[in-house]
């Protein structure tokens, strides 16, 4: 059977290996691989750990970037723009249906949306992006059915806030003319008397001729009749620039008060007059009239600094506590781990209470926080060093060392250590979103301001979108999504590296 086996091989198949050769050890063609590279490579088949890790780097480059190329300063607050949606013009003017400060204004009757004509007419710039609904409402009214028209309609914030009041001195007044007149913007309009408008004098977008209950009466044409006031009498100063389209010279544009001037102020120009720029925000405003996209930046890059120099305290701390512990046992192992159980059983919204009312007072809040995270942040950091010690100083080569003559300080930071610091590294890189998160929960929650240090925090802007989440949820929304792929990122990148830096997975091919 084998024969005919054979004879079905061809010939030429057949060949003596290493004939006439002499057999010799070869030197491996293949480099050796360290520890961290070969974690390197596991880390590198974990698809999540390492797109947790991009996003990761995103959001760090996020938070040292938003910062310097925001046009806003944290600093910068705005007492009429507050809570006020995402705006930039360029984007809004092109009719795109985004970042164009839309906000809904349900059930507007035909006066509203006069009025919004009325703004739209006298500055420029028009309030009403769209109508999205029209309804037919039905009352009784002295016994007759009345039916009317409401709309659900869509409108630009900035442009709808519209003419201000604001009191000048004679000086700014004489400077706001003057930026007037070198850039071309109006700021300054007509001013209105009181009396002319039927005594309604709590609106200064109304311009026009009005009845007793605020409606707009037009003229036979349905034209707006213009109510400003030509009472040179009653001119707070002189104004010698800019008018609006239809003044002749006889209109005013001041009303004098004690030693300074009223003025009806287009507040989107006026706000340009002020900063030097038009109210661009990308993510809107807070309740400070903070720029949103700003103050994340700010917020996220004090978080992940102060939870970094958090984990790199608690890891010094815990790691020399835990290798006393791990590396003597004994009385020594059983005196230092009821100590940490004392110290662990302390709640820490109670330290950090505790000391922000008293600490605080004395060091700073910034060091009295972080003094609360460290008082107990080692434990864990502690124990974990204590189970790598307990591993590895019974090993052969620990054994080695010491009968060759070297001190427990070497054993423990020369031999021992280095075998364990895979896990307690990985292990600092899960406390880092545990103390953002930590962070986050004490500004949120108002125990811990940290904004005269910081500017804002993440916490810090939750809590202020939170009041406003039903008429500005973009205050909350934004600050909400950063921190939750904050805090994801950070967790699946831990995980990534506790799994990679396993020794028990060393050379373990998928």
């Not at 024969?3 to 006439?20: D, G, L, M, S």
């Amino acid at each position: 059977m084998a024969e005919n086996t054979y004879e079905k091989i061809p010939a030429e198949e057949f060949a003596f290996v290493q004939e006439n050769d002499l057999l010799h050890d070869k030197e491996l063609q293949t480099k050796a691989r360290g520890f961290f590279a070969d974690a390197m490579i596991r880390f590198g088949k974990n698809k999540s750990s390492v797109i947790a890790a991009i996003i990761l780097g995103l959001l760090i480059l996020y938070a040292i970037v938003a910062p310097l190329i925001s046009p806003h300063n944290i600093r910068h607050t705005d007492v009429i723009y507050i809570n006020y949606p995402p705006f930039i013009r360029s984007i809004a003017d092109k009719g795109w249906g985004i970042l164009n400060g839309a906000k809904s204004m349900d059930s507007q009757n035909d006066s509203s949306l006069l009025a919004l004509r009325a703004i739209a007419e006298e500055t420029g710039l028009d309030p009403l992006i769209g109508i999205k609904d029209a309804h037919e409402v039905s009352t009784m009214q002295k016994g007759k059915k009345v039916t009317r028209t409401t709309y659900d309609v869509e409108i630009n914030a900035y442009y709808f806030k519209g003419i201000i009041y604001r009191t000048f001195s004679y000086d700014e007044f004489k400077r706001i003319q003057a930026w007037q007149d070198e850039t071309g913007i109006q700021v300054i309009y007509p001013y209105v008397e009181p009396a002319d408008i039927s005594g309604i004098a709590d609106n200064p977008n109304i311009w026009y001729q009005v009845d007793s209950k605020g409606n707009a009466v037009l003229d036979e044409n349905g034209n707006f009749v213009p109510a400003y006031s030509s009472n040179a009498a009653k001119a707070g100063a002189e104004y010698n620039s800019l008018r609006i389209p239809g003044d002749d010279g006889s209109y005013i544009y001041s009303y004098g008060r004690s030693g300074s001037v009223q003025c009806r102020v287009l507040y989107y120009n006026y706000y340009r007059y002020l900063n030097g720029m038009e109210p661009n925000y990308l993510m809107g405003t807070n309740a400070l009239g903070q720029d949103i996209f700003c103050g994340i930046g700010v917020g996220a890059r004090f978080s992940i600094i102060f939870a970094i120099l958090v984990s790199a305290i608690n890891l010094t701390i815990g790691a020399f506590y835990g290798a006393v512990q791990g590396y003597y046992g004994g009385w020594v192992d059983m005196t230092l781990d009821r100590i940490a159980d004392i110290l662990s059983g302390v709640p820490f919204v109670v330290v950090t209470t505790l000391f922000q009312l008293h600490l605080a007072k004395r060091v700073g809040i910034v060091p009295s926080f972080l003094f609360a995270f460290v008082l107990t942040g080692w434990i864990g950091m502690a124990a974990l060093t204590r189970r790598q010690f307990y591993r590895f100083k019974g090993q052969e080569f620990i054994l080695a060392a010491r009968t060759l003559g070297a001190s427990d300080r070497r054993l423990m930071f020369k031999h021992i250590f280095p075998n364990g610091i895979g896990s307690i590294i990985t292990s600092c890189a899960l406390v880092i979103p545990g103390v953002i998160g930590s962070e986050t929960s004490m500004t949120y929650l108002g125990i811990v301001d940290l904004s005269s240090f910081a500017g804002t925090t993440i916490g810090t802007l939750l809590s202020q979108g939170n009041a406003v989440v039903t008429s500005a949820p973009h205050a909350i929304l934004y600050p909400s999504i950063f921190l939750g792929l904050l805090m994801i990122c950070f967790n699946l990148f831990g995980n990534g590296l506790r799994d990679a830096f396993n020794p028990s997975t060393r050379g373990v091919e998928d």
